[in-house]
């Protein structure tokens, strides 16, 4: 993540002074150009600065959505698509101004096909919105960043989070799409079945492009059955590299955990004070078991051996669902628990992901980083795959502290590329991440460039994210 990566990019203002009139002639009081509208729609979830964008448009259904691409092809105008605004990397500023398309109000659930386990959802509706109607159906859609992100957005993303290790992530349980392409016309992406192997697979090409190819006007999705029983449980180890070779030995003895979460001595000391937790201050693993009554406790106790082998301590776990609960807020809490232990400092989340039989030693290495340099940056991963996230707290109105925590993000980066690692395992590129893209994939950036060229000839969807401009 680096703000020299954020620039403006040069604004097209015929065009653009050309498509507002339309836009409002077009959408009235669902098309905004007020300041405040604008702000909400640039605004980035990290230090990154925002850049607005000239308008935003209310969009209610796909043709709303054709419309908007129309006009702003037209006139070259850029389009730039706004879930919940959730994603951590910039990809909801518009730097070279344009268009913002908000989707809160295509929340539809379009169809729930009980019996072949999957659903399509307009990109509106948010995985807690889908789980809530899923409910009586006695199914559920696994995937779970912590955020309660827009589905459409988490397709953009390739998002994934703490069940990823069990259920995948979004290019595991994305079906199909429909799309809105640069000529205005909507396409599919796939049919329902299950496997194809008809033409490209133009699903995951749009699954976590990040609105730079079209804008993701439907979303259908793979779903599971909500598991008979289930368990969770906490247990802490002497190191950090103790917990880390706990779970590399869980994975690879394949003992089915769903959730398998790592917080370091930091994160849990910050879990314990902001949600009145008493867990011992050493790095910890969040487990969580999916089965029959029989299965979650064979697992259990084939995990506890392994947690015993690496001095784990006593291995508590639970079926109860109010304790296990909250367990998991805890867990998903960890964001504002970091944050209260220095409120007046800002908050850099960033994550790398490397393969799990090098995670002990980036994650020692990395711990080691942040104690020679003074950081208060807790960690916490989905170590079950290789991932983790660092929550940077530095103060960002200090131009010294600023280039001591881009430092940082250089070699935090630069070791999980050495591991053959990603410089990210779900948060995307965006603006944030475009070097550290150049780095790890140089050779493959050309053909990324000429797909963009070909879906995209006029750049005008979300200009500035993934390539630098």
Not at 253 to 279: F, H, T, W
Not at 340 to 359: F, G, K, M
Request: charged share 20%; hydrophobic share 40%.
């Amino acid at each position: 993540m680096a703000r020299k990566d954020v620039i403006d990019g040069k604004r097209n203002e015929e065009g653009i002074a050309l498509a507002l009139p339309l836009l409002k002639q077009r959408f009235g009081e669902r098309f905004q150009t007020g300041q405040s509208f604008c702000d909400q729609h640039s605004h980035t979830t990290t230090y990154l600065p925002s850049q607005r964008p000239d308008g935003v448009v209310f969009a209610e259904s796909s043709e709303d959505v054709r419309e908007v691409v129309r006009i702003c092809a037209t006139h070259r105008v850029p389009v730039v698509p706004f879930g919940t605004g959730s994603s951590l990397e910039g990809q909801v500023n518009a730097p070279c101004g344009g268009i913002s398309i908000d989707f809160s109000r295509m929340n539809r659930i379009l169809a729930v096909n009980a019996e072949d386990l999957d659903c399509t959802v307009e990109p509106g509706v948010t995985r807690e919105d889908l789980n809530t109607y899923l409910r009586d159906t006695g199914l559920f859609f696994p995937i779970d960043p912590g955020a309660n992100a827009s589905l459409g957005g988490m397709a953009a993303t390739r998002a994934s989070g703490t069940n990823a290790v069990r259920y995948g992530t979004m290019k595991d349980n994305v079906l199909a799409l429909t799309v809105v392409t640069a000529d205005g016309e909507e396409m599919r992406t796939a049919q329902r079945a299950r496997k194809s192997s008809a033409g490209y697979d133009l699903t995951r090409l749009f699954v976590g492009s990040e609105g730079t190819l079209g804008v993701i006007t439907s979303v259908t999705l793979r779903l599971q059955g909500i598991p008979a029983k289930i368990s969770g449980g906490v247990v802490a180890f002497p190191t950090l590299e103790d917990a880390c070779n706990a779970v590399i030995m869980t994975i690879q003895m394949g003992i089915p955990v769903a959730r398998i979460e790592l917080l370091d001595e930091m994160q849990i000391r910050a879990c314990n004070a902001y949600s009145k937790l008493s867990y011992a201050e050493r790095p910890t693993l969040f487990v969580e078991f999916h089965g029959t009554e029989e299965t979650v406790a064979l697992q259990a106790e084939q995990f506890g051996e392994i947690a015993a082998e690496f001095g784990g301590g006593e291995f508590a776990y639970t079926a109860n669902a109010e304790e296990r609960n909250q367990l998991w807020k805890a867990r998903h809490n960890a964001y504002w628990a970091s944050r209260a232990l220095a409120p007046e400092l800002s908050a850099l989340s960033t994550d790398v992901c490397v393969p799990i039989s090098r995670l002990a030693e980036c994650v020692a290495a990395t711990q080691a980083d942040i104690r020679e340099h003074g950081f208060l940056a807790p960690i916490v991963g989905h170590a079950g795959d290789g991932n983790f996230h660092v929550l940077l707290l530095f103060n960002d109105k200090d131009a010294a502290d600023v280039e001591k925590a881009e430092a940082f993000l250089e070699r935090l980066n630069g070791r999980a590329l050495a591991m053959e690692g990603t410089c990210t395992g779900e948060h995307g590129v965006g603006q944030g991440k475009i070097s550290y893209l150049e780095q790890e994939l140089a050779s493959a950036l050309p053909a990324m460039r000429a797909v963009k060229a070909g879906l995209d000839p006029d750049n005008i969807f979300n200009p500035g994210k993934i390539f630098r401009l």
